[in-house]
Every structure is written in C-alpha cells, then in structure tokens.
Antibody, heavy 120, light 107 residues
Framework: EVQLQQSGPELRRPGSSVKLSCKAS????????MHWVKHRPEHGLEWIGW????????KYAQKFQSKATLTADTSSNTAYMQLSSLTSEDTATYFC?????????????WGQGTLVTVSS | DIVLTQSPATLSVTPGESVSLSCRAS??????IHWYQQKSNESPRLLIK???QSISGIPSRFSGSGSGTDFTLSINRVESEDFSVYYC?????????FGSGTKLEIK
C-alpha cells in the first residue's frame, strides 16, 4: 500500500526557514516524481513543483523558484522541501503528492499535510 | 499559465438535490482536467480523472464531462458526506494549476 507520511506541524519566526519531510512507503521514491502542493483555505491549492528522486532533477512553479528547495534521500525513501525567508504568506498546509505516471496527470496519493505557521 | 475558473464559489443545496459544478480553462486543454474533493483538515481526494473517467472506490453519483475549455462535475442526489470543497486541476501543461474551488454547503 502506497503511503506518504509527512512531518509534524512547524512554528517559525518571519525570516527563518523550515524543512519538511515526506517519507514514502509501499514503493521506491525513485520510481515516481514527488510533487509538493500548498494549501491555504482562502487561496485554494497551488502546485509548488516536483523532484525526480532518481537523479535529483527539479521543476518549480515560477512563483516558488526562490522560496522552495526540493531534495530527496533515496536511502531513506524520503523527500524534503525547504522553505526559506518565511513570511506570513507562507503560513499554510503543505502536501507531498504522487501521481501514477511520470508524465503530468492526476494526484493519486497524498500525504496528510504539514501545517507551517509563520508568526512573530 | 493556464487559469482555471470555478463557479460558483459557493453552492447551497439541500441533501437529495443534484448539482453541477463548473470549471473553465483559459485555453483549450483537451480532457486534461481532474476533480478532487477536500474536506476540512484532510488531504484532497481524487474523484474524476481526465474529465470523465471514474475512479475506483468513488461513489457512482459523481460524474464528469467536458472537453476543450468547459468542464462539469455533477453530483447526483447530494448526500450529507458530500458537503466540502471541490477543486479542478489541469495537467495539460506546466505549471500544473488548480481552480479556486467550489464550496458545497448545506442550505
């Protein structure tokens, strides 16, 4: 059974950074891209980007180019996302998600989400 | 970027009614649209893929239609568990984008 287990909630000060994790089970992360999605209730869902854990290739939405850094550790079957220079606009729930193919399609599997709160 | 416009933003209905939710793309995207349901504090759940293809485990009252720029998610006889937010997502081109959502609430 495919599962994506994300790390717990985070509270950060403005200007700091945070690193979220997404541990996959039931498959090897090198077999599929790992995507990250931002959710704020008043703004809906936003695609941040993806990483190919097999070779480390990444693709970001332009809006998140300078905000997010995606990495992966194949030895632990875990993907990571670091968010830098945090502001109140980064307060959101962040999901990792996987498709069933390598080409863009639908998100079949989702982590439970990590709530990041940015507050002084 | 492809913009997806969902309407209405909020839909108030009585359980047992049938509803249609709209998703309009800023350019033609063939049938590369997918629909999700998201309840509060939960992850999105896939309902329909490629505009009209059903998903295993999803109740048959959910159906999708459309191609090009106009898409519809239909719910036949809404049940109490269906009151949540619905999003469309396109996979026609990067960046992947989502609609702003339609909230289905109890009248």
């Amino acid at each position: 059974e495919v599962q994506l287990q994300q790390s717990g909630p985070e509270l950060r000060r403005p200007g700091s950074s945070v690193k979220l994790s997404c541990k996959a089970s039931g498959y090897s992360i090198t077999d599929y891209l790992m995507h990250w999605v931002k959710h704020r209730p008043e703004h809906g869902l936003e695609w941040i980007g993806w990483i190919d854990p097999e070779d480390g290739e990444t693709k970001y939405a332009q809006k998140f180019q300078s905000k997010a850094t995606l990495t992966a550790d194949t030895s632990s079957n875990t993907a990571y996302m670091q968010l830098s220079s945090l502001t109140s606009e980064d307060t959101a729930t962040y999901f990792c998600a996987r498709m069933t193919m390598m080409t863009p399609g639908w998100f079949a599997y989702w982590g439970q989400g990590t709530l990041v709160t940015v507050s002084s | 970027d492809i913009v997806l416009t969902q309407s209405p933003a909020t839909l108030s209905v009585t359980p047992g009614e049938s509803v249609s939710l709209s998703c309009r793309a800023s350019q033609g995207i063939s049938t590369s649209i997918h629909w999700y349901q998201q309840k509060s504090n939960e992850s999105p759940r896939l309902l329909i893929k490629f505009a009209s293809q059903s998903i295993s485990g999803i109740p048959s009252r959910f159906s999708g239609s459309g191609s090009g720029t106009d898409f519809t998610l239909s719910i036949n006889r809404v049940e109490s568990e269906d009151f949540s937010v619905y999003y469309c997502q396109q996979s026609y081109s990067l960046p992947l984008t989502f609609g702003s959502g339609t909230k289905l609430e109890i009248k």
